[in-house]
Every structure is written in C-alpha cells, then in structure tokens.
C-alpha cells in the first residue's frame, strides 16, 4: 500500500475520488430517470469525467450500478440504526407502531426512484455476491425493526414470538412498499390506479392492524389425536361419519 508521501498516492487520491464522483453521478441520475436512463455517457457527464474513466474504475456498468446500490442501502441502514430507536420508542405500543410505519414510508419517501430502480436491478442480476449483500442488508433493516417492536411485545398479555413480529414488520413494509409505488405510478407495480386513501390515513390504518396483530397473534392450530389403530375411516359421506361417530365409546 503506498505511503501518502510515494509519488503514487496523489493519482490513487484522484482515482478515488473519480470513482466516488461516477457513484454519485449514477445515484443521482437512478433517482431522477430510473435504472433505463442509467447510461455510461450521461453518468460520465454528470460527474464530469471522460465515459473512458468509467471503464479504468469498473469493469462494466453494472460494476458502477451495483456499487451506487451498494453505497445506497450501507447509508440507509446506517441512518436507519440511529433513527429506529429514537422513532420508534414511545410511551406505549400505538406510539411505537406509528413510528414503524413512518420508517417504512420514509425508506420509499426519500429515494422512490432508487428504490424502484433497485428491485428491478435484484431481479436481473447475475452476481451472486452483490445480491447476497444487497438482501442481507435489506432483511438487516428489517431487524432493527424487529428489536425495536420486541421491547413493547414484551408487556403485553400474551409475548408474541419474534417470528410473528418479523411478520408484523415484513407486513409494515411490503404494504408501504406498494402504497408508494402505486401512489408514484410505478408502471412495475402489481395495482395500477390512485390510491383510495391518502398516505397519512393508510398510515394509521396499517398502525392499527400492527397493533392489533401483534396483540392478538394467530395461535399454532391445534393438533387433531390420530385416528385409533384398528378403526377404519369412513370415507362415503357425512352421514356415514355420523353414524362413526356414534358408534365410537
């Protein structure tokens, strides 16, 4: 590694701050064109370097695009640790449900055009390694809500188990997910149409039905005693199952 005094650091300075210019050239045209308009010319541009230099930094776009995806969700995950806890906690279970879904709406608020542009990139994307990375931090998001949740489940009558509450929380954000993408016109969104109820109703709908989930969580189904050895089940019809019935001690 080269010493800040060799006569290479100057150029490694240069070339990392060429590639942090392309990154945030691409982050910036992702948001406001959609991954179509990620394009190696434009993206050159906008960070006012040569297309060429493109090509000394990664080896191909969709080395720039997963680096810009990559810078993206560290960020958001680092802002969303110290904002969970700070949003999240309040005096009671409502207040704490209210401040998840404000998170999960922010995540789709701030950067709609990246987010969009993300899932369609996770769909397509042929590295194993940058989609591992891009999902664990995505399910990491998911956590801190989780945790944050887990401290109020803990007062109420019946705990729910950290599996229902990591339901609750995909819940919270799959249904905001959606809600932003039809409210933004997404043309990738399974429901097309306006949305029938402005964001801040929908919020304290989806509040509701966290808490009220979380209060009252699906109990496992119980399990029927298997059928006594030596019996025959009847198998032609209710009044057959009937008489089976009464015929049992």
Known sequence: MASPDSPLAPRQARSRATAEALVAATIKILESGGLDAALIPDIAEAARVAPASVYRRFADKDALLRAAFLQVLRRSHEANRERAWGQVLGASLREAAAGVVELCFQQYRTMPGTVAALERFLETDTDPDFVREARALLRANIELIVDALLVYCR?????????????????????????????????????????????AEFARFLAHSLVTFLEHPPKHPAKHPPYPRGRVLPTTGTRAVRKKARESP
């Open 155 to 199: 007062e109420l009558a019946h705990v729910p188990s950290k599996k229902v509450v990591r339901f609750a929380a995909f819940h919270c954000g799959s249904s905001a997910q959606l809600y932003m993408r039809v409210k933004l016109r997404d043309p990738q969104a399974l429901w097309h149409g306006e949305p029938r109820m402005s964001e």
